[in-house]
């Protein structure tokens, strides 16, 4: 019995200390999220000065999604209108609730996979994942693209 036990004990103490150690995040990590958490800060607040300071240069906004018996397709978002939108007041909240699904870096490139929920004020709108490419510039993690499902179901 014992000899069974210790096997299965150590892998769990391993396993438990390998996924304490990947869930906890690095320093550049914390950057990358930081700026992502201030593009949907600012969207939150109306702010299209914040939203704007987290894009790199030349950034490019795109959404994947289809519509009932249509086919996908792809859909460029001009980021000059998104930030208009942005900062024109609108009677509720934009909320992007997003959770960090998968950082990724390598030097001055990060890949963040974010499974998100949008809320009108309290009113559930849509939900999807986005795909988010940030560079690192010489004033920091910069948003350079976004790519995004939308959908009314199946969110979770």
């Known amino acids: 019995m014992i000899k069974t036990i210790t096997p299965l004990l150590c892998c769990l103490l391993i396993g438990a200390s390998l996924a304490a150690h990947a869930q906890s995040a690095s320093p550049e990590t914390a950057e990358v999220q930081k ?19 987290t894009l790199a240069p030349a950034a490019v906004f ?3 999604g289809s519509k009932a018996g249509q086919a996908p ?6 980021i000059n209108g998104f930030l208009k939108a942005v900062g024109t ?18 030097a001055y490139l990060a890949s963040v996979w974010t499974p998100y929920e949008f809320y009108n004020g309290d ?6 994942y986005n795909s988010f490419q940030l560079v690192k510039l010489a004033d920091g993690w ?11 179901e199946k969110c979770k």
């Open 35 to 53: 700026t992502i958490n201030a593009f949907f800060d600012g969207m939150r607040r109306g702010d299209s000065t914040m939203v704007r300071r």
């Open 62 to 64: 795109h959404s994947i």
């Open 73 to 78: 397709a792809l859909q460029i978002e001009n």
């Open 89 to 106: 007041p609108h009677p509720k909240v934009w909320d992007e609730r997003i959770t960090f699904d998968k950082v990724l870096i390598d």
């Open 123 to 128: 009113t559930f709108s849509h939900c999807g």
């Open 142 to 152: 910069k948003i350079a693209h976004i790519i995004d499902t939308r959908r009314k």
